[in-house]
């Protein structure tokens, strides 16, 4: 398991160490099946090419999911995360590799909790921004009781 | 696309209208598939012996994992109401207040919030919004969502 992050250890503009993911349509099936998104775009190549395009697409709840392992990854054991907004912009094709980065935006502490708003999105291999979002997670500050 | 607006338009008559109830017992298998098919090594989600001294004390779903709880509700409403070839998402906002451990028992209610529609490149396009609430078995808010799904 990764390190803890504490809440000063992020500054705004902290960068999130990016997580690359291959998403495969091996993977889309067993996302289909996990999730009962069986939407045939998804694992049907006739059906996606009968509605315009290449081929299947990634869910876009997966890649979502992606963003989640982003942050929770990020934020280790003692964080959590209590929102997380995705755009889903433009598809994703199995197959190609998918960038999720993040920044930090806002830092600050409410009622006794230490918050950390950043900006995500996912990249695709050129480079275009396919997903936005955007996440708030508490962190544990460093001195608590439970670091 | 008469017989798309007639429909379109029951589904704009029940916005607000929250749906019945469904109620889902979270199996820890659920949670394996659903982390196997992210492929996130997190041990949190799967590693009992790791959980179990961790601060939650045993194994919980990572926070995404409950948007595909009830989920199908969406679908079939979607399928009803959008008579179109293709269905995408087109956002999801999560909010997070307790995480989710295998044996608990999830009641998932969900409305519409909005649609509209708008003539895209695609043709007529559809964006239903819903919002879906989460709570446990102790009646508790586990999470909430709004999902915004297209279809054209």
């Known amino acids: ?147 | 696309m008469a017989e798309n607006q007639s429909s379109i338009d029951g589904v704009r008559a029940k916005i607000g209208e929250e749906w019945e109830p469904r109620v889902y017992e979270i199996e820890k298998g659920m949670i394996q598939r659903f982390v196997q098919a992210i492929d996130d090594p997190n041990p949190l989600w799967q590693d009992e012996e790791y959980a179990k001294k961790s601060q939650y004390g045993g194994i919980i779903a990572p926070p995404t994992f409950i948007l595909i709880i009830g989920f199908e509700q969406i679908q079939q409403q979607v399928s009803q109401s959008i008579p179109y070839g293709t269905v995408l998402h087109g956002a999801t906002d999560l909010e997070c207040y307790q995480p989710i451990r295998p044996g608990e028992v999830v009641t998932v209610t969900t409305k519409i919030a909005n649609i509209r529609q708008r003539q895209g490149k695609m043709g007529k396009m559809v964006f239903i919004t819903f919002e879906t609430t989460y709570k446990n078995q102790r009646q508790e808010l586990v999470a909430k969502c709004r999902q915004m799904v297209i279809g054209y």
């Open chain 1, 1 to 147: 398991m990764t390190e803890q992050l504490y809440y000063e250890d992020v500054a705004v503009g902290s960068e999130i160490t990016p997580l690359v993911k291959q998403p495969t349509t091996r993977q889309l099936v067993m996302w289909a099946g996990a999730s009962g998104d069986y939407n045939p775009i998804h694992y049907d190549k006739d059906f996606a090419q009968s509605r315009g395009l290449s081929g299947v697409i990634v869910h876009g709840q997966l890649v979502g999911s992606f963003l989640g392992q982003l942050i929770t990854g990020w934020i280790g054991e003692q964080g959590s995360l209590r929102k997380l907004s995705c755009s889903y912009k433009s598809m994703n094709f199995p197959g190609e590799a998918l960038t999720c980065r993040g920044r930090v935006s806002k830092k600050y502490v409410e009622h006794g909790e230490h918050y950390v708003e950043c900006n995500l999105w996912v990249e695709n291999v050129k480079g275009e921004k396919t997903v936005s979002g955007m996440a708030i997670v508490v962190l544990p500050p460093r001195g608590s009781p439970a670091s």
